[in-house]
């Protein structure tokens, strides 16, 4: 986790220091990252709800509240993408030639969080693989925790991005 803060430390000083040349062009997030924003946020709070049903071994709450997890995860990569093309639909081109540098940056510091989301997700999922067909029960909080640690980082990790976007923009 330590790296991945290096480097989104990175992208975001890059944009402030390329945010000062004349050929910046910067322009207003659309709504739904905002909306985004309030999907990763309740998926933290289901991510913790399944912790706990995991500790009390309940392990049908558990295995709902992952699901929810996993399906929130998802619905914030797709409003992200539907963000993007909300930019390109207002003539915002993120990459490629003829391209708005503020929409580059944007494209790989969002881009670059949903595939950690991403990860997350492909976590969450093998978890839930194993919680429906595993015949030994073990009752282990170790790698619900350990996954649970990594989801609310990168939620953490977008309301940071989020903000930052929002206000440096």
Request: proline share 2%; glycine share 8%.
């Amino acid at each position: 986790m330590g790296s991945i803060v290096m480097m989104f430390a990175g992208f975001t000083s890059a944009y402030i220091v390329k945010r000062s040349q004349t050929n910046w062009q910067g322009f207003d997030l659309p709504l739904i990252f905002t909306y985004s924003t309030f999907v990763i946020v309740a998926s933290s709070i289901t991510m913790q709800l399944a912790v706990r049903y995991f500790r009390d071994r309940r392990m049908q709450s558990y295995r709902q509240f992952m699901t929810i997890t996993s399906v929130l995860g998802a619905a914030f990569i797709t409003m992200q993408l539907i963000g993007f093309g909300t930019l390109a639909e207002r003539g915002i081109k993120l990459i490629g030639p003829g391209s708005n540098v503020a929409g580059s940056f944007i494209a790989v510091i969002a881009g670059v969080h949903i595939l950690h989301v991403l990860g997350g997700i492909i976590t969450l999922m093998v978890m839930l693989s194993l919680a429906f067909k595993s015949k030994i029960k073990t009752y282990s909080p170790v790698g619900i925790e350990v996954a649970a640690t990594y989801w609310h980082f990168v939620d953490v990790l977008w309301i940071y991005l989020f903000v930052f976007l929002t206000l440096v923009s």
